[in-house]
Structure formats: C-alpha cells, structure tokens
C-alpha cells in the first residue's frame, strides 16, 4: 500500500453500496435517455446520469480517504442547477416553436 | 582627315565628375529626370482626370528641357567620359572584396561624345514629335490622351536610361523600360484586336532577345567582374584578346538582344505589325529612336566584339541581308506605314552592316539621318492619314500636292522620300556611302559582297520610296477617305471647330482636312533637321581638313576602340588612323578599278537614280505598266513566287505559325491535357474528394435523431470501457 495515499482495504461496504448505486443510476439514465421521446424525461434521465456520476466519485474519494471527490461533486450540482434551468428555458422555447415535446420533432437539424 | 585616337586608352581615363570643370555636367541627371517628371505629372493628371491638352504641355515642356540640357553638354562634354554619379543603388562585396567579389550598379550616367550625340536627337526628336502628337492626337482628349502622353514620357525616361546610364544594369532597365513603352503605345487602341496582339507580338519577340542581354550581361561580370563601363574598359584593355568561351560567347548574345530591339533579322517581324500604334509612335519609337537602341548597344559594346571577329561577320550579314529582305517586301505592300515600316528595317539593316564591317562611325551617322528623315516620312503619312480618314492605301491616295491644306505636307514627304533614296547629295547618301565604302574596303573578305548587296539595296530602295512618293504626291489628285469616320481612332474627324472645313458632319462628299501648325511646325523643323543632318559631310566636302563632327563624337567614345584591329588591317604603322578614317584606308582597296570612296559614290547615285527613274515610268508616267508587270509576272508559274511572295512578306510570318507557334502550340495543348486530366482531376479533386467519400461513410449516424447519437455515443463508451476490462482481466489472469 501506498504510504501517502492511504486507502481503506478492498470491499469497504459503504463504498460497495455507493458504486452499486451509482452503476444502478447512470443505467437507468442511459436506458430512460434512449428510450423516451419527451425532452423533459430525457433531461431527467442525463440528471439522473450526473448524480450517478457523482456518487461513484464520492464512493471512489471515502475509498481513498480524499475529499477531492465530495468537492468535485459539491461544484457539480452547482453547476448542474444552472444548466437545469437552461436547458428548462431551451425546452420551453423548442415547445414553442413545435407545439410538442417529441425530440423527433427537431430531425431537421440533422447534417444530412 | 582628322586622324581621331581609337585606342581604348582615350576611354580608359574615364573618371568621376569633376565639378569645377564642368559645372553643366550636374545638370545631366535633369535629362533623365525631366521626361520622369512629367510622367509621373501625366499620372496625376489621369488621376484627376484632366480633360484638357495638359498632359501634352507637360511632356513638351520636360522633353524640351532635356532637349536643351542635352544641347548644352553638347559643348562641354571633353574628349574623356565623365561618370556622374546621381545615387549608389547596388553595392555588394563579399570575400576579399577584390574583382569578382562584388557587384557594383550605381545609378550613374557615363556621359561620352557618344553618350550626347544619341540623346541629343533622342530628346530633339522626342519633343518635337511630342507637339506633333498633342494635335494628332487631340480627339482622344479626356479619353487616351494622357495614357498616350504619360506613355511616351516613360518611352523618353527609359530611353535616357538605357543610352546615360553607367552600367549594364542600368542599359537593361532602360531597355525593359522602352520595350514596356512601346508596347503600352502599340496597344494604344486596346479595343482593336490587331493593335493587342500587335503589342504582345512585339514584347514577346522583344522578349527573345531580351534574354540574350541578360545572359550577356550575367556574362560579362563572370567573365570581367564588372558592368561598370568605365572598369570594364580597363579590364578589358589588361585581358584584350580573352579567348575564354564566355568571352566569345558575350558578343553572340549581345546581338541578338540588339537583332530583337532593332528589329533585325530573325526577330524583324513585330516592327511592321507595331504600325497599329498611333503615327507618332511609330515616328519615334518604332523608326527614329527606340529601334535604334541595337546600334547603340553593339556600338557602346564594340570592345566586347572586336574579341571575335566571327561574331562581326555575323552583325554585318545579318543586317546585310535584312536589308535586302526587308528592301524586297517593302516594294510589293500598299499601306504606306507598313512601307514605311520595312524601309525602317531595311535601313536599321545597313546600320548594322556598318557596324559588322566595323565602321561604327558609318553606321552611327546613318543612325543620326535616318532618325530625321524616316520621323518625317512617318509624320507626313500620319498627317495624311488623319486628313483623309486614316487611309493609307497608295492606290487610293493620288496627287496630293495638288490637294489644298496638303500642299506643304506632300512637298516635306518628297523631300523624305529624296533623302530615304539616298538622292546623291543628301545626308543619307552620306552616311550610307561611309558603310558601303568600309564594306568594300574591309580587311576580313567574308564581308565584301555586302558592299555589292548594299548597292542593290540602295537601288530598291530608291525604287520602293518614289512607289510612294510618285502614286501619292503626284499625278492626278483622287482619293478615297478611309473608313474611321466615326473617330474612335486615331485620326478624329468631325468633332473639333478648329479644322479647316467646318462642314464635316454629313458624309456623301468628304473633304480631307489639312494640318495646323502643332503639325506644320515639327514637320518643318525636322525637314530642316535632316537637311542640316549632312552637314557635317558638307564641310568635309569644301574643307578636307575640317573634321567630321559625327566622326568626332564617335570617335571619342568605347564605339571606336579597338574598331582597327577587327575589321581592318593593322598596316603601315597607322591601325588606328586607317580604323578612325574609312576614306583613307579606302585608298588601299580598288572596285572596279576605282578607289573605293569614288566607285561607291558613283554607283550609289546610279542605283539611286536607276530605281527612282523605274518608280518614275512605273508609278507616275505610265501607272497602268506597273499593273500590267504584275500580271505578267502573276501570269508565269516561274516568277508568280516572286509577286506572291513578295507580296505575303515571304511568308515570314507563316513560317514562324508553323515551325515555333504550332509546336509550342501542341505542346501547350498536351500539357494542358495532362494537367486537367491528370493533376486536376486525377490528384487534386481525388485528394478534394478523399474526405467527401469518408463521410459519406459515416452520414448514416447523424440522421437527426438524438438518441442515435447518444446510442453511438454510449456505443463507443461501452467499446473503451470493454476493452479497459478486458485489458484488466487479462493483466489480473
């Protein structure tokens, strides 16, 4: 073991939990993300993929006895709070122009 | 005769500018900075667009002021060059700085005898014809005319620079310089098809020869480790019989830059086509000055060529045979500028026979009279032209002498047409008698039957100018106006309240309009010139001890070095006095029993009058026998080739089409082929199309919906992160 990177032994149950969950999170994001028309839902389920992220990286930092993980995680759902609510006023503004909430709705933007 | 020095050594003191002795001599730069002046005024005033003869009081003024600074060292120019130095340009050393490890071009005038003799008619000339042009060309005020004027102050800036400058740097510039003029006059119509590809054909056959002066130029430093005039006489007078190749080779390459410029054989053909200018031009450029640039270079030069005898031989039978052919194909055309235009070639012909045969005197006198009397020929056929609606046909001219406003103009052209036929007694029977005599009497006898070619020349030359003189001039008064009625060219009619007969609007009956005097005066004055032009041998003639000036002027100059030893004997203890004086060498040489300065002025005056007296039955007394000569020799297949070919100028032109232009032609065409196909199509629009066709590839991905996107996008995450594990499951295996 690392002496300056002092880490609790493999298979710490709290850190287990907090991975298992957070695998648990981000598949059911990706899955919701891939499934669902509507564009609130599939802006829930990337939140939902966000706050996976950010419990592995908390479970990764009690790992390591770091709090690198937690301020990380702290700065994320700032920043998180904020693209909520433009990515809300993005929505808003596409049901405006389209009447719907249906990405399909938005093809036209395609390359080809 | 005066027995002029023509040792290098009277050259070889030349050194930089004494101003005590000479004050005038700070002034010379002004020569060449005036005709400047005035076209970078010429600019300004096409800026502002001036639409008044402006431009044309400009370029008078500046022409003028050169012309009498020019005048003016005329007096004080010593027998030793002077270098007037007006800034340093190019100074390089490298090395030890030693000979041929460095490269000096200053701009500096090298004013000799030769040096002011050239300008002086250059700038006389030059302005002259410049108040001739500001009324021939007044109705393109506020359209061409300061282009035309601007134009012809570079010609005159060029033309300084080429003849003043110091080096051969600076000889090159001013040669490019005239060539660009010229071909900006040339194309002065640039909407007419036949004047643009006139003036491309003129710069590029300009081009050729162009080259050569350039490699001669790169040569002589190799080969001198100078282009400073002043250190090149002195290298070549420590090194004077170099039989290096580059040596030999310099002479070969200078010639034929000098064959394009005056335009001699094989680069001739562009001289008659640059007629599409406006006649002023043709009168300045492409007869009196410009075309004579080739006489000067070989003649400032001619230490260079008296290394190598061959390449003499060469200059004088080129030019002999030049003036032949051109002489040939002068006597069958109908357009009097383009007869003009091959009795220009003919005689820049027997200049260069003079030089050839090694009497750079002979031939720069030619030079001096044939610039009068051809700028008159050509100013008078510009003053019909403008008169008669640019027609120039000499069937359709008739009797002009007769025709009221044209009187004073006929009386001048005769006169021209007198001394272009070298009438005995006129100035060009002079100085063309001075190159006959050396070619008769010179020392290598390669060049003999030049002198027999020149007296045959000299026949048909009488013959084709009184063709002109005697169908134009005389007989009954009838003509045809030409066809620019409506005044885009350059003769204007019409549109002006000045002109002689106020009534010109209606067509049906033409009236031709004569000349005012911006057109009378230079005419005069230049008549005058080339009357004056012969008194130097007039004196000669009454006085045998006064000297020639002409001879004098050259004698002191690079032109005269070494000429004894190239072309005649180093006898009797008296080289440079035989090679000063052609007359008294000539003494030595018998033709046809005669001495050789008699025999020639003789039959000269014979060929002379021979070929005036057949113009005169042919074109005057009986004008149907010329018709009926023409069908007799059309009628026999064995002398049809001779009207025919005399008439389609040997087929010169077509020659050329076929065996240079269609060549080059196929290889162009080949070239572009493989270039469209094979570089453009093949590699650069494959490469272009490289990329095209990868995302073509990948287009079906980015249909539009986002979870495709996010479906490949999730799709390459799990691929990384599989291959992570993998790498993990293994490396814990």
């Known amino acids: 073991m690392n002496p300056i990177d002092p880490q609790l032994p493999p298979g710490d149950p709290l850190v287990m939990l907090g991975l298992l969950a957070s695998a648990i999170l981000f598949a059911i994001g990706i899955v919701g993300f891939l499934s669902r028309r509507n564009m609130i839902t599939m802006f829930l389920c990337t939140e939902l993929m966000f706050q996976g992220a950010g419990l592995a990286m908390i479970s990764y930092g009690r790992q390591h006895m770091d709090l690198s993980g937690q301020v990380f995680v702290i700065f994320i759902l700032t920043v998180a709070a904020a693209e909520a609510a433009l990515a809300l006023g993005l929505v808003v503004l596409l049901y405006r122009r389209k009447e719907t909430l249906s990405a399909e709705a938005w093809k036209e933007l395609a390359e080809s | ?733």
Request: net charge neutral; with cysteine.
């Open chain 2, 1 to 733: 005769m005066i027995a002029a020095p023509a040792m290098l050594s009277s050259v070889l003191a030349a050194g930089p500018l004494d101003a005590q002795a000479a004050p005038e001599l700070r002034w010379a730069g002004l020569a060449l900075l005036l005709p400047l002046l005035s076209g970078v005024l010429c600019l300004l005033c096409g800026w502002m667009k001036v639409r008044s003869k402006l431009p044309a009081a400009l370029t008078i003024a500046a022409l003028g002021g050169a012309f009498a600074i020019i005048l003016r060292l005329q007096g004080v120019v010593g027998e030793t060059p002077v270098v007037v130095n007006l800034f340093d340009w190019i100074s390089w050393t490298w090395g030890d700085g030693s000979r041929f490890h460095g490269f000096t071009a200053n701009v500096d005038l090298y004013i000799d005898r030769l040096t002011v003799f050239w300008m002086l008619f250059v700038t006389g000339l030059g302005t002259l014809i410049a108040l001739y042009a500001s009324e021939y060309m007044e109705s393109d005020v506020g359209k061409g005319y300061t282009r035309f004027f601007g134009a012809v102050s570079i010609f005159l800036f060029a033309m300084g620079c080429l003849v003043m400058g110091g080096n051969l740097v600076m000889l090159y510039l001013g040669w490019e310089g005239v060539g660009l003029a010229s071909y900006l006059l040339i194309g002065y119509y640039f909407t007419k098809p036949e004047a643009v590809a006139a003036a491309k054909k003129a710069f590029i056959v300009n081009r050729i020869g162009d080259l050569g002066l350039a490699l001669a130029l790169f040569l002589t430093w190799q080969c001198y480790g100078t282009v400073e005039y002043a250190a090149l006489w002195k290298a070549i007078e420590a090194a004077p019989a170099s039989s290096e190749w580059t040596a030999q080779a310099i002479p070969w390459l200078l010639m034929l830059g000098a064959f394009g410029k005056s335009a001699q054989l094989p680069l001739y053909v562009w001289l008659p086509d640059a007629m599409e200018g406006p006649t002023p031009v043709s009168a300045l450029i492409h007869a009196a000055t410009m075309v004579t640039a080739g006489v000067y270079l070989i003649a400032r030069m001619f230490p260079l060529f008296v290394v190598n005898p061959d390449a003499l031989v060469a200059v004088a039978w080129v030019g002999g045979l030049t003036a032949l052919l051109a002489a040939t194909i002068g006597m069958a055309q109908y357009d009097m500028k383009r007869i003009w235009a091959y009795s220009t070639i003919s005689q820049l012909g027997y200049m260069f026979l003079g030089l050839g045969v090694g009497t750079t005197f002979g031939a720069s006198y030619h030079v001096f009279t044939h610039a009068f009397f051809k700028a008159l020929l050509f100013l008078t056929a510009g003053a019909v032209m403008h008169g008669f609606a640019g027609q120039l046909d000499i069937r359709k001219l008739s009797g002009l002498l007769k025709v009221p406003g044209f009187r004073l103009v006929s009386l001048l052209a005769v006169l021209g047409c007198f001394w272009l036929a070298a009438f005995p007694f006129t100035a060009a029977f002079f100085s063309k008698d001075e190159i006959l005599v050396s070619a008769f009497t010179a020392k290598d006898e390669r060049v003999h039957l030049l002198g027999w070619i020149g007296l045959v020349v000299a026949a048909l030359t009488a013959y084709y100018t009184f063709r002109v003189g005697f169908r134009v001039f005389f007989g009954p008064v009838k003509y045809e106006p030409g066809d620019e009625h409506h005044g885009h060219d350059d003769h204007g009619h019409g549109h002006d309240a000045g002109h002689d007969h106020g009534s010109h609007g209606h067509h049906g009956a033409f009236h031709p309009h004569g000349p005012r005097w911006a057109i009378r005066v230079p005419l005069v004055l230049i008549a005058v010139g080339a009357i004056l032009a012969g008194w130097p041998s007039y004196r000669t003639m009454l006085d045998h001890d006064a000297p020639n000036w002409v001879r004098s002027q050259v004698a002191h100059s690079s032109a005269f070095a070494g000429a004894g030893d190239a072309a005649h004997a180093p006898h009797d203890g008296h080289a440079h006095d035989g090679a000063a004086s052609g007359d008294a060498h000539g003494a030595h040489h018998l033709v046809l029993g005669m001495d050789a300065h008699t025999a020639v002025g003789r039959l000269g005056s014979l060929a002379c009058i021979a070929g005036i007296l057949v113009s005169l039955y042919l074109h005057l007394i009986n004008r149907g026998a010329a018709d009926a000569l023409r069908r007799a020799l059309m009628g026999s297949m064995a002398t049809r080739w001779i009207v025919v070919g005399a008439e389609r100028k040997w087929l010169v032109d077509e020659f050329y089409d076929w065996v240079i232009r269609l060549p080059l032609k196929v290889v162009a065409n080949i070239l572009s082929a493989i270039d469209e196909l094979l570089l453009d199509a093949g590699i650069v629009n494959g490469l272009g199309g490289l990329p095209a066709a990868v995302g073509r590839l990948f287009r079906p991905l980015y249909g539009g919906v986002v979870q495709g996107y996010a479906v490949t996008m999730a799709g390459g995450v799990a691929l990384v992160a599989a291959w992570v594990i993998w790498i993990w499951l293994r490396g814990a295996l």
